[in-house]
């Protein structure tokens, strides 16, 4: 996405500065990751939607068993406990050569390093990245929803409508060929079922359709007007 992209290459290389680093550098390694995530603004989103009712405590038992460090499932768990163990780190709170040693034991420190990188580091990144994207689409879907919601009145539009649309069926059942006929049905009963659904752009998209249709064949002039200023004063036709 576009407006992330700046966002997901500077985690990316932060995370990355991780694996070229050695045990002496990492502190500051951490500490630029920990910063990386602080300064955009979707990350900082996502990450507090991570720390939502999240139990460390549970969460580290639970990733400590078996006799190695496994992330939790859940992309959310996963960035939660891992900002918390870098967290501890940064502040002087876990000693990181600990922790590697017995997270991703081995007698080479590098090779713990490398195991801390690609099972802890990598899939922390990609967890973060999925869950902006998701937050992203949730945020956009709620705008669509909100834009396309009619606030109906007492007497309700789409019952207003419907002795409008009970002409147009009758012109049209009149007035068109065999032909065509099916189609400007069609057309009337979708724009009826876009009415109910209270969905203003299929109610736009529909009716500019029907409208065009009616106009071609020179029928329903007053049904045409009265639903538009129906639909002025519904606020739809914009």
């Known amino acids: 996405m576009d407006k992330n992209s700046e966002a997901f290459a500077a985690l990316g290389d932060a995370c990355a500065s991780i694996i070229s ?12 990751l920990l910063k990386c995530v602080a300064y955009y603004d979707v990350f900082r989103e996502a990450v507090g939607q991570a720390q939502e009712s999240f139990n460390f405590g549970e969460a580290e038992k639970a990733a400590l068993r078996g006799g190695s460090y496994k992330l939790p ?18 502040l002087g709170k ?16 590098s090779v713990s390093l490398e195991n801390f990188y690609y099972e802890m580091i990598e899939p922390f990144r990609q967890a973060l990245i999925d869950l902006t994207m998701t937050a992203e689409k949730k945020e956009e879907q709620s705008y669509l929803d909100t834009e396309r919601a009619i606030e109906f009145a007492s007497a309700g539009l789409n019952y207003q409508a419907a002795g409008y649309l009970i002409s147009i069926k009758e012109a049209v059942n009149l007035k068109t060929s065999d032909e065509e006929r099916p189609y400007f049905l069609i057309m009337v009963d979708g724009l009826s079922a876009a009415l109910d659904s209270k969905d203003t752009l299929m109610i736009r998209a529909i009716w500019a359709g029907l409208k065009l249709a009616l106009k071609s064949e020179k029928i329903c002039k007053e049904e045409i007007l009265a639903i538009d200023e129906l639909l002025r004063l519904y606020i739809v036709n914009k």
């Open 21 to 32: 680093s050695n045990v002496v550098m990492l502190p500051k390694r951490i500490k630029a």
């Open 94 to 109: 876990r000693d990181i050569i600990e922790f590697l040693q017995g997270a991703f034991p081995s007698e080479d420190i």
């Open 73 to 90: 499932a859940l992309n959310r768990d996963r960035v939660a406990l891992t900002l918390a163990i870098l967290l501890e780190m940064d």
